[in-house]
C-alpha cells in the first residue's frame, strides 16, 4: 500500500477542517483507505482522480451523505475547525452538518417549489420564522449566487422553469443560505454548457472569499482554473496533494503526473 | 519518451514536433561548421550557402512555433508535456540565434573577400577554428541531450561552456597583438573579433538548450544558478 505524497505550502493558510486517517466502507467493500489532508480556509481544494478513485465518496463524508443508505460505515475522523468538532461522531446530528457544511450535485436539482421557497427551503428547516429575516436571506444569497438580477422579479415562479446554469446558481444559492462554512461540488458544471460552466466557475472564485471549498471535477482544466490545492486520488487513497501550480508543473509522484498528463498508469 | 499517452495522436504530435526541433538543430549546427570553413578558406561560394540557408532556418522557426501554438491550444498540455512544449519553444529561439551568428560570419567572410583582405595576411584563422570546433561540439552534445532527454550529457554542457569562453579571451589578447605589430590589420582583426564572440554566442545558445533539458526532466529552472544548485537539481 502506498502513502500519500502531501506538500503543504510554506506558509500555511488557516485550517478549516481535516480528515483524519479516514476510511469508508461501503458494506464490506472499502472505498476509501486511511486518507488525511488539510482543507484550508477560503481555499478551493480540488479533489481529482478517475472513475472509483473515491473523490466523490470522499466528498460525501463531509456533510454526512452516506448516512443515508444502511451499511455504510466511516472510521477516522473529519474536523470541523476552529471548534475541533468530529463530524462523523454519532452524537452530531446529520442535519446540523449539512447546515455547516452543504452540498451542490452534478445535475441541476431544484425543489418543485418557487425559486423563493428553494432557498428559503434551509431556514424553514431550521424553523425560521421571522419573514423579513428570511427575505434578506433569500436575497442576499440570490445576490452571493449571482443570480439575484436575473430572478428578482420572478421569486414566484418555479425553480425548474429557469435555465440549467440558473438552476445550478440557484441550487449554490439554496447552499448558500444557512450560512454554510464549507461547500462541496460535486461536478457542479458537467451537465452545462461552457458559457454556464464559466459563470460557476466564476462564481466559485468569489465564493471563496466567504466559504471553504471542496471540488470534485472530471475536468482537469477546470481543476487547475479554479481550485488552490489539488488532491489525487486513487483507488480510495490520496496518492498526492499539493499546490495547483506545482501538481499541474511538477507533480512529485509518477502516478500523478501520468494522470494528469492522459497517460496509462 | 518510454510511455504512452492514451491518445495516440498527441503521442505523435509531441514526438512529431521533437523530431523538427533535432532536424532544425542539425541544419543550423552545419552552418556553423560550414561559416567557420569558408572563413578558414576564405571561401565566397560557401559563405553565400550559410547565406541561404539561413532562410529555411528562419521558416522552421516559424513552422515549429506554429505547431506549438496548435498542441497548445487543442491539447492543454500539462507537467512534462506542458515543459517540453516550453523548453521546445526556447529551444528553436536559441537554434534560430545560433543560425544568426553562422551568418554574421558568413558575412564577414564575404566582406573580407571583397576588401581583398584575403589569405595574403596572416590572421590567426586557425585559432578561430579551434574555439569553433568546441562550440560545435557543445552544441551536438545539447541537441543529443535534447534528443535523449539526458541531464548528465545537458551538465557536462554547462561545465563546458567555461572553455570556450576561455578561448575567446585569449583569443582577443592574440589579436590586440596583431593589431598593435601591423595596424594594415586593424580593420579584418575587428571582423574576426566579431566572428570569436559570434562563435563564442553559439557556446551560450548551447548552454540555453541544455538548461532547457534539465527543465523538461526535473521541472527545474537552473537559468542564473551556481554550478552546485544544477547538480542538486538533476541529482
Known sequence: MSTSTITLPDHPPPLKARSNNLDFYYGSFKALKGVSMPIYENKVTALIGPSGCGKSTYLRCFNRMHDLYPGNRYDGEIQLLPDAVNVLAKDVDPIEVRMRISMVFQKPNPFPKTIFENVAYGLRVRNEKSRSYVEDKVEAALKGAALWGEVRDRLDESGSNLSGGQQQRLCIARALATDPEIILFDEPTSALDPIATGSIEELIGELKHKVSILIVTHNMQQAARVSDHVAYMYLGELIEYGATRDIFMKPKRRETEDYITGRFG | MSDKHLSTQFDAELSAISNRVLEMGGLVESQVAQSVYAL????????????????????????????????????????????????????????????????????????????????????????????????????????????????????????????????????????????????????????????????????????????????????????????????????
Not at chain 2, 573579433?193 to 527543465?215: L, Q, T
Request: aromatic content about 4%; glycine content about 4%.
Open chain 2, 40 to 235: 578558414s578558406q576564405f571561401s565566397g561560394e560557401t559563405a553565400t550557402q550559410v547565406l541561404q540557408h539561413e532562410e529555411r532556418v528562419n521558416a522552421m522557426e516559424v513552422e515549429i512555433d506554429a505547431d506549438l501554438s496548435a498542441i497548445i491550444a487543442r491539447r492543454q498540455p500539462t507537467a512534462r508535456d506542458l515543459r517540453l512544449l516550453i523548453a521546445v519553444s526556447k529551444t528553436i529561439a536559441n537554434l534560430e540565434r545560433v543560425g544568426d551568428e553562422a551568418a554574421r560570419i558568413a558575412r564577414t567572410v564575404q566582406r573580407l573577400i571583397n576588401t581583398g583582405v584575403s589569405s595574403r595576411l596572416r590572421l590567426p584563422v586557425a585559432d578561430l577554428g579551434f574555439e569553433a570546433d568546441l562550440a560545435i561540439a557543445q552544441l551536438r552534445k545539447a541537441l543529443d541531450a535534447f534528443a535523449r532527454l539526458d541531464t548528465a550529457q545537458a551538465l557536462q554542457v554547462l561545465k563546458n561552456d567555461d572553455q570556450i569562453d576561455q578561448e575567446f579571451d585569449g583569443l582577443l589578447r592574440k589579436l590586440i597583438t596583431y593589431m598593435m605589430e601591423d595596424p594594415r590589420t586593424i580593420s579584418s582583426s575587428i571582423d574576426l573579433v566579431f566572428v570569436a564572440k559570434a562563435i563564442e554566442r553559439v557556446g551560450d545558445h548551447a548552454k540555453n538548450i541544455s538548461e532547457a533539458v534539465i527543465y523538461i526532466v526535473k521541472g527545474a529552472d537552473v537559468r542564473h544558478t551556481s554550478m552546485s544548485d544544477v547538480e542538486d537539481a538533476i541529482r
